[in-house]
């Protein structure tokens, strides 16, 4: 588990007892390894750039947005991928180069589109025609040309979960493979715009290569036929979208398998290639630390009830999505049980019979794998805290999101005199 391990029978966050964590900042709290990150943005980066020739490689900032995570991928050379105007500042305040961030996203707003302009972002990946137009209209007016290329949807099954496939002609994003052509040489020729390539990305959590390499090759052949009509391609982006294993048996490609892949259908492309990951960098370097309230007995199994919830982490309960649970001091015994959160809805299931330490009320316990898409989909339901986040560095750590208590939001809410 990489920098998550047992001394002396605790698990670890590189060299702070998870304890200690638990003990200053309660739980949940979501807690980062600063060593695992770092270690996968290198092994990621170096695998890219010894295959092919200076790629971009921009960080997807959706899976985690923590400002320190950011920072720390500014350090290692990361840019970023973006989808709102939040996270656009999220990358520039950890100091991302603005010609570093790349702008995706099925529905910028103009106020999006204007901000992403005049912060002179490094490159807008347009969803439409009707967003194209719009874009270089706004350039045009400020005297600007916005560099942009054309997602395209490549009707390819990505073979992930249906609510995180982003490839297939029913889903909402990119223009159709067969008006891409047509599309590409109408808005090439609008001032304001550079369009200068094509996008793709077929969703998150892939298992295997080949869907991305069938998507890959239908975008080289695209190309193909976009510079014969005369245009000039100099940027490819080909999204995020490698998966990392939940479960300790999971076998997924490689950084370098990846990268193998990659040059090889794009080896005659003669363009920047851009890359969008985020799982692959923040999935296995953090953890969802969380503490037993108590276990009730079940009809098949007991539940055993935590104080994390569907809130805190919730890809169990959109994706039925697996998070191994371990318990941070764990006694040897071995009990099935079903792992529950407090909220009300049956959603609120993290795991049903399944084999785990045996855990006792006031045990802590820890959700692995939470590191990307955990507290970035955190929410309040249920009027709960939203989760804080920590980051530890060798015996050090740090408070990176503080919890905010129910209270504070509460206190943001305004009665109006006409109901008092
Ligand atoms: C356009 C785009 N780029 C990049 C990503 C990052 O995906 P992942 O975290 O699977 O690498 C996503 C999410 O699926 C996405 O929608
Ligand atoms: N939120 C999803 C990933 C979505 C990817 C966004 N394009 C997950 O937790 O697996």
């Not at 200690?20 to 990621?44: C, D, K, M, N, Q």
């Not at 950890?94 to 702008?103: D, L, R, W």
């Not at 398998?257 to 370097?285: C, K, Q």
């Amino acid at each position: 588990m990489d920098h998550f391990a047992f001394t002396d029978g605790v698990l670890h966050a590189e060299q702070v007892p998870l304890p200690a964590i638990a003990e200053a900042v309660g739980t949940p709290v979501y807690v980062y390894s600063r060593a695992t990150l770092t270690r996968h943005a290198r092994v990621f980066r170096d695998a890219l750039t010894s295959a092919l020739d200076k790629p971009h490689i921009a960080f997807a900032v959706k899976s985690n947005p923590n400002l320190a995570v950011l920072k720390l991928l500014a350090k290692e050379g990361y840019g970023a991928d973006v989808v709102s105007g939040g996270e656009m500042e999220r990358a520039l305040a950890a100091g991302i180069p603005a010609e570093g961030i790349v702008f995706s996203g099925v529905g910028k707003t103009t106020a999006e589109l204007v901000r992403g302009l005049e912060a002179g972002i490094g490159q807008f990946n347009l969803e439409s025609e009707e967003e194209g137009i719009e874009l270089a209209a706004l350039a045009t007016a400020r005297g600007l040309t916005a560099p942009a290329v054309l997602r395209v949807n490549p009707d390819v099954d990505a073979g992930t979960h249906g609510k995180i496939s982003t490839g297939k002609a029913e889903n909402k994003f990119g223009v159709p493979y067969d008006r891409a052509a047509a599309m590409f040489g109408r808005l090439a020729v609008l001032p304001g715009l550079n369009l200068r390539g094509l996008a793709v990305h077929i969703g998150s959590q892939l298992s295997k290569l080949d869907p991305m390499e069938a998507a890959f090759a239908r975008l080289g052949d695209l190309m193909h036929t976009i510079r014969a009509a005369g245009h000039e391609v100099s940027h490819m982006d080909l999204g995020g979208g490698v998966g990392v294993p939940y479960k300790a048996d999971d076998v997924f490609p490689s950084p370098e398998d990846y990268a193998t892949m990659v040059a090889r259908v794009t080896g005659n492309w003669g363009v920047t290639l851009m890359f969008e990951p985020g799982r692959i960098i923040s999935g296995n370097s953090g953890v969802l630390l969380t503490q037993v309230v108590r276990v009730k007995p079940g009809v098949t199994s007991p539940f055993v009830i935590v104080d994390a919830a569907m809130n805190d982490l919730a890809r169990p309960a959109l994706y039925d999505a697996w998070h191994d649970f371990l318990a941070v001091t764990p006694s040897g015994e071995r009990t099935t049980a079903h792992i529950v959160g407090p909220i009300c809805e049956s959603s609120d299931t993290f795991a049903m019979g399944r084999d785990i330490d045996t855990v006792q009320a006031g045990d802590l316990a820890v959700f692995r794998t939470a590191g990307a898409y955990g507290a970035t989909m955190a929410n309040t339901y249920n009027s709960r805290a939203l989760v804080p986040e920590v980051m530890v560095d060798g015996d050090k750590w740090a408070v990176v999101a503080q919890r905010i208590d129910p209270a504070a939001i509460l206190a943001a809410e305004r009665v109006p005199d006409w109901l008092e």
